[in-house]
């Protein structure tokens, strides 16, 4: 079965870094569109950035030139590097994937069928 395991979560101070990783097994890992999602203390869970088959990008507004996702088909393994984090990029960040949709519009988190169990991202 499809089993994602996300890693690299931490504490960092405003302006810092992170990187964090998505072990991935059970299924194709190439043919799938893979992502990260991330839900904060009170708000809705929101998309952070997907990556399709293609290796076409998509992210939200909110990252752009701050995040950048990417992927390595030989380890199957998914990556989300994080720049000059913000308090307001606190969330338990969430790695997904799907073999049909690939976006991070508002709502896209109920087209993913696949989910890990998160990593906690906390910038103070």
């Known amino acids: 079965h499809v089993q994602l395991v996300e890693s690299g979560g931490g504490s960092v101070q405003a302006g810092g870094s992170l990187r964090l990783s998505c072990a991935a097994s059970g299924y194709t890992y190439s043919s799938y569109c893979m992502g990260w999602f991330r839900q904060a203390p009170g708000k809705e869970r929101e998309g952070v950035a997907a990556i399709d088959s293609d290796g076409s990008t998509s992210y939200a507004d909110s990252v752009k030139g701050q995040f950048t996702i990417s992927k390595d088909n030989a380890k199957n393994t998914l990556y989300l590097q994080m720049n000059s984090l913000k308090p307001e990029d606190t969330a338990l960040y969430y790695c997904?994937?799907?073999?049909?949709?690939?976006?991070?519009?508002?709502?896209?988190?109920?087209?993913?069928?696949?989910w890990g169990q998160g990593t906690q991202v906390t910038v103070s």
């Open positions: 997904v994937a799907d073999l049909v949709w690939c976006t991070v519009v508002p709502g896209a988190d109920q087209k993913f069928d696949y």
